[in-house]
């Protein structure tokens, strides 16, 4: 141990629970499964910023604020990512489904982005602007004036529309409506807390239902893969640009070693864009000023407007970063220590894990003031450093897929508020939900009707309440923008 070394402390020294017995262990594991967002709070509350806890995987490290943001994104030879998804036995099919660009590190998540990489960049938008513009009008065509819509289940509908056509070359029918069926049961099974608590491949347990599901779906992407591959892989698409994979000696790689990276990828694409696009819309329609102010500058920029006119939106943006900063799709990750090292001025020993989150960072009072409140004109003012503010990762590990969101999200908003008014229904509650990522859980019931700008919230509960003041009173509006 160097000099530098010798002054750091032990990680037993790091503050956190009593140890637990085995049950103890699965029983915090069902509570951090169940609600995340309160069980972090608490151990924040009790312990501090950096707390040893543990679950049923062993002893957990949760570090909260920038500077172990920073170090985590920043030494990736230190701190590998890994796979969010359940294991399952070296030769089945989760442990192949779990497998994904998420969980390479160093070498091989530097080949494949690179890989990837073409398929998400900003150039791209300009060629998918016009399809996702069709994606949206399709899917609000058959909305009448007084209905009741699931706004969750119509957002998320519609963003699978846009990522499985762009991204995978997929038609719309039967087939892809059995795998998008597919792909949402085995997620609902391998992020269900009891799942979680308790891995074990018994018939008829939780966990084994999860298992089929897997074999199901591989099965699924699998059949898809080849035929693919069997017509040609030329195109623009993600799906192409992965069965184009080389190993490092030129080889094609297998599709039963792809099939894990093309399905992880579809989730994320269309489970973080579909929440967040939700939670935006949800936003609006409860702070009317804001809505009204986002309304202006559209009505402004004329109808339909391009790409290129939207991301030069300024209120369109600050109403974006808001939502992301107060309900980031993704609230937390998690790390592995790939050997021993320094963790702030701790000494960590190898395979320490580590959960970090992006949701206590943005909600964290000495970076943002009033962090529970919806102020989209904080991002007049501030401008926070990549580990302060990270609705989409940071470093090395940024989203790949976060210029085809903020395209998908703005062209949707720009086609809905004008011409549609969105209201939940009273006294609906509103409850997180993490799967894949944060979104409300039984969905949003709204009521949509034609935009007239008579804007008013509704009274809502649940615990939304306790990410977001609903209640506060919005600023009276400064600026008019000229129609």
């Given at each position: 141990?160097?000099?530098?070394?010798?002054?750091?402390?032990?990680?037993?020294?790091?503050?956190?629970?009593?140890?637990?017995?085995?049950?103890?262990?699965?029983?915090?594991?069902?509570?951090?499964?169940?609600?995340?967002?309160r069980y972090m709070y608490g151990l924040r509350a009790q312990y501090g910023d950096l707390t040893r806890f543990q679950n049923r995987l062993g002893t957990m490290l949760l570090a909260i604020g920038p500077e172990y943001n920073r170090q985590l994104h920043q030494e990736t030879d230190l701190f590998h990512s890994r796979p969010f998804v359940l294991p399952g036995g070296k030769h089945t099919s989760q442990h192949r489904l779990r497998q994904?660009?998420?969980?390479?590190?160093?070498?091989?998540?530097?080949?494949?982005?690179?890989?990837?990489?073409?398929?998400?960049?900003?150039?791209?938008?300009?060629?998918?602007?016009?399809?996702?513009?069709?994606?949206?009008?399709?899917?609000?065509?058959?909305?009448?004036?007084?209905?009741?819509?699931?706004l969750h289940r119509d957002m998320h509908l519609m963003v699978w529309n846009v990522v499985r056509d762009l991204l995978y070359g997929l038609d719309d029918g039967t087939a892809t409506e059995a795998l998008h069926e597919g792909m949402e049961h085995w997620m609902l099974q391998t992020f269900s807390p009891w799942v979680r608590a308790f891995p074990v491949n018994l018939p008829f347990t939780p966990y084994n239902r999860m298992m089929q599901?897997?074999?199901?779906?591989?099965?699924?992407?699998?059949?898809?893969?080849?035929?693919?591959?069997?017509?040609?892989?030329?195109?623009?698409?993600?799906?192409?640009?992965?069965?184009?994979?080389?190993?490092?000696?030129?080889?094609?790689?297998?599709?039963?070693?792809?099939?894990?990276?093309?399905?992880?990828?579809?989730?994320?694409?269309?489970?973080?864009?579909?929440?967040?696009?939700?939670?935006?819309?949800?936003?609006?329609?409860?702070?009317?000023?804001?809505?009204?102010?986002?309304?202006?500058?559209?009505?402004?920029?004329?109808?339909?407007?391009?790409?290129?006119?939207?991301?030069?939106?300024?209120?369109?943006?600050?109403?974006?970063?808001?939502?992301?900063?107060?309900?980031?799709?993704?609230?937390?990750?998690?790390?592995?220590?790939?050997?021993?090292?320094?963790?702030?001025?701790?000494?960590?020993?190898?395979?320490?894990?580590?959960?970090?989150?992006?949701?206590?960072?943005?909600?964290?009072?000495?970076?943002?003031?009033?962090?529970?409140?919806?102020?989209?004109?904080?991002?007049?003012?501030?401008?926070?450093?990549?580990?302060?503010?990270?609705?989409?990762?940071?470093?090395?590990?940024?989203?790949?897929?976060?210029?085809?969101?903020?395209?998908?999200?703005?062209?949707?908003?720009?086609?809905?508020?004008?011409?549609?008014?969105?209201?939940?229904?009273?006294?609906?509650?509103?409850?997180?939900?993490?799967?894949?990522?944060?979104?409300?859980?039984?969905?949003?019931?709204?009521?949509?009707?034609?935009?007239?700008?008579?804007?008013?919230?509704?009274?809502?509960?649940?615990?939304?309440?306790?990410?977001?003041?609903?209640?506060?009173?919005?600023?009276?509006?400064?600026?008019?923008?000229?129609?």
């Open positions: 141990m160097d000099d530098a070394s010798a002054d750091l402390l032990p990680t037993s020294a790091i503050p956190g629970p009593k140890r637990l017995s085995i049950v103890g262990g699965i029983w915090e594991q069902v509570k951090f499964d169940r609600d995340p967002v994904s660009i998420f969980s390479l590190n160093e070498a091989e998540h530097k080949r494949m982005r690179h890989q990837l990489l073409p398929v998400f960049q900003r150039s791209m938008m300009d060629l998918h602007q016009h399809s996702i513009r069709k994606h949206v009008e399709n899917s609000v065509s058959t909305w009448q004036p007084g209905q009741a819509r699931n599901d897997a074999n199901r779906l591989e099965r699924k992407f699998l059949d898809l893969m080849r035929k693919r591959r069997a017509q040609g892989v030329e195109g623009n698409d993600a799906l192409a640009a992965l069965l184009r994979f080389k190993t490092s000696d030129g080889k094609e790689v297998p599709v039963e070693l792809l099939v894990g990276h093309a399905l992880i990828l579809f989730l994320v694409a269309y489970e973080t864009t579909g929440n967040t696009l939700t939670w935006t819309l949800f936003l609006l329609s409860q702070f009317p000023q804001a809505q009204q102010d986002v309304l202006d500058e559209l009505q402004a920029l004329g109808p339909n407007p391009s790409y290129d006119k939207l991301e030069q939106a300024p209120m369109l943006a600050r109403v974006l970063k808001e939502s992301t900063r107060l309900l980031p799709a993704v609230p937390y990750s998690r790390r592995l220590a790939s050997r021993d090292g320094a963790f702030g001025r701790y000494q960590i020993p190898k395979k320490t894990r580590v959960i970090f989150s992006h949701y206590m960072t943005h909600h964290l009072p000495e970076i943002y003031s009033n962090p529970e409140r919806f102020d989209p004109a904080r991002w007049e003012t501030i401008k926070p450093s990549p580990s302060e503010f990270m609705p989409f990762g940071s470093g090395v590990r940024t989203c790949l897929g976060s210029s085809l969101a903020q395209c998908v999200i703005k062209l949707a908003i720009a086609h809905i508020l004008p011409r549609w008014k969105i209201n939940v229904v009273p006294h609906t509650q509103v409850d997180r939900h993490m799967g894949i990522s944060l979104g409300p859980r039984n969905g949003i019931p709204v009521v949509i009707s034609r935009q007239d700008r008579d804007l008013h919230k509704s009274p809502i509960t649940g615990n939304i309440r306790d990410m977001v003041e609903i209640d506060h009173p919005e600023p009276a509006k400064r600026t008019r923008i000229a129609a």
